[in-house]
């Protein structure tokens, strides 16, 4: 595919990616002319191309976009495809590109100019009527758009900045053929159907309320989910000799200064006063774990010393960025902070890969690892960064494991390994982290007593495995599609009686099950039993169904509906306890 350089060359697509960024480049620029010729008044700022697709951020005056209108900018730019317009490239130094933006009335343009510096010389793209400031490269013509689509529409602050104007933005996405456009839409689609917010709704896991943006509201159902998580991972942390505390929610000013987070993360943060004091509710559970270290002596012999923490934690996001459980003001992380040797770094951060691995293969995710260096916007000497970047990559090599470098996105205070994992989808989300770090101790003055009775400062690794456990349930919600493993299942087992005749013996069935403590509903309503049973599967995706009438009463069994395979087995209600409790012991 030929793509035109800002400097006037034509050449050749270096490879598959850069074919992608071009084409949804261009059609950004596409969309950004439909828009103009629409709304005349349209004032553009960013349009840029990204991994997922394309968009603008364009000021419409007071226009107020529908679903309508988003139909009418694609039909429009189709139009301006067809035309095939040649698309062009030009410099001109700052002093004309601000006439020419000043003369098409492109205040953010202008604006952009101004961040480039004085000796900046700016190049612009130009198809037919519209001319826009970018460094390119693009398609040679408007017809090489083969396959495209707008999306959505939502709002956008200019730069970022919630203190400037309130933008439109509008996404679209874009392919090399209709085939691959076709491909993502049906993915699109089957992920729409999975949405943890829409499932959680039906399934009734938890709610949000205007009475609290952003602070999720967990139902009965969805804190079974929730709770069977927490079992789970306390399991395998007491197997590996963690020990559980609990920090308090609210804190003083002094502690965070302490820690660093308020120099680094206090507009992530609520704050109080109490007692005229300056209070702070947790962002991050970390400096309440140093407290708990440092609230009495340690020898080396107790190192290293695994604290772990289900601490819930508060941090201020912008409302328009909250979604579902995975973007919240308040959740719960599956903390652990391990206080240890220098000598002991790599085996300990080996011991956290090795837990976290088992977590995700658990679930059924594939993921890979980045190794996240020094911010610009960090604490510590460059001796104690380095001894950190390379106690991480050492673990790392040591276990044979590939990581790609995302250099400079490591946390203010140490270098980290992220796990991204893969869901059902192919989808990637950010969960598993761990951090190594050597400026807490020292900032907290931590210490331990060696083997020559001298005090050393301990090394502190910080990690956690779900990360969120309420943003990890709402990716397990959309990976299963509501359809949870039987002993993460909020309702295990349904009791669905055929009709009065049988409702004696199936509250006996349910009441047997309760015993042997597996999560069961009696639906006893006045149904059909094809309403229960489809409404069972189909809407509440319980594991298991018990159809229960007069054949099973007279035997003493249960006639088995399988969530997965929509097969029916007639066993005895002990064999049946049996199966589903071995399930759940197994964690199958």
């Not at 010729?37 to 364009?58: C, H, I, M, N, S």
């Not at 609520?270 to 509710?281: L, R």
Request: with cysteine.
């Amino acid at each position: 595919m030929k793509v035109i350089c800002n400097n006037g060359e034509v050449r050749e697509c270096v490879d598959k990616a850069e074919e992608l960024h071009v084409i949804r480049h261009t059609a950004a620029h596409v969309m950004a002319q439909a828009i103009k010729r629409l709304w005349p008044q349209a004032d553009f700022a960013f349009g840029p191309a990204t991994e997922k697709g394309f968009y603008y951020d364009v000021d419409l005056g007071d226009v107020k976009l529908t679903d309508e209108d988003l139909v009418r900018i694609e039909q429009e730019m189709r139009k301006i495809v067809k035309e095939n317009l040649p698309i062009k490239p030009f410099i001109l130094p700052r002093d004309e590109a601000i006439a020419l933006m000043r003369e098409r009335n492109e205040q953010y343009k202008l604006e952009h100019i101004d961040d480039l510096g004085d000796d900046a010389v700016i190049s612009f793209y130009q198809q037919g009527e519209y001319i826009d400031m970018c460094v390119g490269p693009h398609l040679t013509y408007t017809k090489g758009l083969k396959a495209f689509k707008i999306t959505q529409q939502s709002g956008a602050y200019w730069k970022g900045d919630k203190s400037r104007k309130m933008l439109t933005r509008i996404n679209g996405i874009a392919f090399p053929s209709q085939a691959e456009l076709d491909d993502y839409l049906k993915l699109l689609e089957e992920a729409e159907r999975r949405d943890h917010r829409k499932i959680g709704r039906e399934m009734e896991l938890f709610m949000m309320c205007d009475e609290g943006p952003g602070f999720p509201f967990f139902l009965p159902k969805g804190m079974a989910l929730k709770n069977a998580l927490i079992d789970y991972w306390r399991d395998i942390h007491t197997r590996e000799n963690y020990v559980e505390v609990s920090t308090p929610l609210i804190m003083n000013r002094h502690l965070w200064e302490t820690s660093g987070h308020w120099d680094h993360y206090k507009d992530n943060m609520y704050s109080t006063v109490i007692d005229d004091e300056d209070y702070c509710i947790k962002p991050m559970n970390c400096p309440g774990g140093v407290m708990v270290y440092r609230s009495q002596p340690h020898s080396y012999r107790e190192l290293p010393m695994r604290v772990g923490e289900l601490g819930l934690v508060h941090r201020h996001e912008l409302r328009g960025a909250l979604h579902g459980l995975f973007r919240v003001r308040c959740f719960t992380q599956d903390d652990a902070h391990i206080f240890m040797r220098r000598d002991q770094i790599t085996d300990e951060i080996m011991g956290v890969v090795h837990l976290i691995n088992e977590v995700y293969t658990k679930f059924g995710f594939k993921y890979f690892i980045e190794l996240s260096t020094r911010p610009e916007d960090s604490m510590g000497s460059d001796e104690d960064w380095e001894a950190a970047t390379e106690g991480l990559k050492g673990a790392l090599e040591k276990l044979g494991l590939p990581y790609i470098v995302n250099e400079g996105d490591g946390a203010f205070y140490g270098p980290k390994i992220d796990f991204h994992l893969e869901d059902s989808l192919g989808r990637t989300w950010q969960c598993g982290t761990i951090q190594l770090d050597f400026q807490m101790p020292l900032n907290f003055d931590l210490e331990y007593v060696d083997e020559k009775g001298e005090k050393e400062r301990p090394i502190m690794i910080h990690r956690v495995c779900f990360g969120s456990i309420e943003r990890f349930i709402g990716i397990l919600t959309e990976h299963f599609a509501g359809r949870f493993p039987t002993w993460l299942a909020p309702v295990q087992v349904k009791v669905l009686p055929v009709s009065e005749k049988s409702a004696e013996y199936a509250e006996g069935v349910y009441a047997a099950l309760r015993e042997a403590k597996i999560r069961v509903e009696l639906d006893d309503r006045n149904e059909k039993i094809g309403y229960k049973i489809r409404e069972a599967r189909q809407i509440d995706r319980v594991p298991y169904m018990l159809i229960v009438g007069a054949n099973e009463a007279e035997n003493g069994t249960v006639s088995v509906r399988e969530r997965a395979t929509d097969s029916t087995t007639e066993m005895s209600l002990d064999e049946f306890i049996a199966k589903v409790a071995g399930e759940i012991a197994e964690r199958a």
